[in-house]
Each structure stands twice: as structure tokens, then as C-alpha cells.
């Protein structure tokens, strides 16, 4: 268990409307990513973060932004939802030992844009 | 670029048989290499990883895979599959500096009875 909490874990939202998903850690890692899944595609990676306040982009960032104001919480937000932004979410961590680092997964969050 | 390739989208095999899921990878330095699986409605389970050394790695649920850098592949075995093991497999490819990890499209398992 890596100690990643994702919500809400389920949403159904409008059209238009703003959505923010929460990811949460409690073993301060320093890395933590938000990917998308959807059938065909595996996962792609939106955006990741390497610190407080220090953020990038990965390869489908178009229609979303992250904020992570505490090392624990990395918040992803659809400024307008799309239809085609209708997919699940995870959120990960990396953790790194001396060897290499490891990505560990959240349970992910479903969400739905009708 | 890095780049993984499960060239399998399904396989089925019968309960009791070996299998083997295929992956490749491209990478532009010494890869660190990763199998994940996922369940229907779950989130993603590291089974094993490769960083170094022995290329042949064992991991959980009675899973190996092993490690050809001539081949670039990271190809996913095990001796005698279990109905519990359906789910979707997926490999991963990482290990630069800044820490992305690259992930194929994933092969579902299906396993008859």
C-alpha cells in the first residue's frame, strides 16, 4: 500500500462545468504524476509534479491543469469538461530506493462527462 | 524516444497452461523495466521490476519475466496460469532523470476453463 488516496472516486458531471480531482499521499514522496486510461489507449500521463509547486507537462495536458500547494496533495483540475475528457484517472507516486524509482498506483477515478 | 509495444491486445490460454506476454521496448539508455496488472475496476499492481543485475527477475502471484537487452524485450511468464489471473497486463519503460515511466497499451488475459 502506498498510501494513495484518490477522490472522488466516481463523478458524473455536465458538459461546461470545472472538476477537480484530489489525490492525496502520506509518505512524502516527491513525484507525483496524474494519468488517464482509456480503452486502446493504455495510460498516458497528463501532468506530473517534482516538488511544491514545481509542475509539468506529459503527453495529453491539453484541458487540464495540477496544482500541488503540499508536498501530500496533487489536485487535478478540467477547467471545461469535454466528453472526450470522459475516462478513468490515476494518480501515482514514485518511490525511489537506491536501485531505481518505482511508480505505485492510486485506485483511480472514474469520472464521466454526459 | 521511448517507446513500449505489447504487440498482443488479447491472449487466452486455458487454466493450467504456461503463458507468455510478450514486450519491447525503445530506450535510449539502460531501461528500468516494469510489469504491472490490473483487475476490472482496480488500480494498477506492480507484479516485478527490473533496475539491474540479474535478467531474470522473479515477482508476485508466481510471475518471472527476464530481461534481453539484444532483443529490447521484457517478455512476461509464468508456468501454469490460474482462472484469478485474468485481468489486463501492462509494461512499463523508465528510469531517465526526470522520472516519467512510459507505459504500453496493455494485453487482456483471458483464461478458459
Known amino acids: 500500500d502506498a498510501g494513495i488516496t484518490q477522490s472522488p472516486r466516481h463523478k458524473v458531471t455536465e458538459t461546461g462545468t470545472p472538476v477537480t480531482l484530489r489525490c492525496h499521499q502520506t509518505?512524502?514522496?516527491?513525484?507525483m504524476y496524474w494519468y488517464r486510461q482509456d480503452p486502446g489507449h493504455g495510460l498516458r500521463l497528463i501532468h506530473y509534479s517534482y516538488g511544491v509547486k514545481d509542475t509539468d507537462k506529459g503527453e495529453v495536458s491539453d484541458g487540464y491543469s495540477v496544482s500541488r500547494s503540499k508536498t501530500e496533495d496533487f489536485l487535478l483540475t478540467l477547467e471545461s469538461a469535454t466528453s472526450s475528457q470522459t475516462s478513468v484517472y490515476f494518480c501515482?507516486?514514485?518511490?525511489?530506493?537506491?536501485?531505481?524509482?518505482?511508480?505505485?498506483f492510486g485506485e483511480g477515478s472514474w469520472l464521466t462527462v454526459v | 524516444a521511448q517507446s513500449v509495444t505489447q504487440p498482443d491486445i488479447h491472449i487466452t490460454v486455458s487454466e493450467g497452461a504456461s503463458l507468455e506476454l510478450r514486450c519491447n521496448y525503445s530506450?535510449?539508455?539502460?531501461?528500468?523495466l516494469f510489469w504491472y496488472v490490473q483487475s476490472p475496476g482496480q488500480g494498477l499492481q506492480l507484479l516485478l521490476k527490473?533496475?539491474?543485475?540479474?535478467?531474470l527477475v522473479q515477482g508476485i502471484k508466481g510471475f518471472e519475466a527476464e530481461f534481453k537487452r539484444s532483443q529490447s524485450s521484457f517478455n512476461l511468464r509464468k508456468p501454469s496460469v490460474h482462472w484469478s489471473d485474468a485481468a489486463e497486463y501492462f509494461c512499463a519503460v523508465g528510469g531517465g532523470r526526470d522520472d516519467k515511466i512510459i507505459f504500453g497499451k496493455g494485453t487482456r488475459l483471458h483464461i478458459l476453463p
Open positions: 527490473y533496475f539491474s543485475g540479474d535478467t
Open positions: 530506450y535510449g539508455a539502460t531501461p528500468y
Open positions: 501515482a507516486i514514485s518511490e525511489s530506493t537506491g536501485a531505481g524509482n518505482t511508480i505505485y
Open positions: 509518505e512524502n514522496h516527491r513525484y
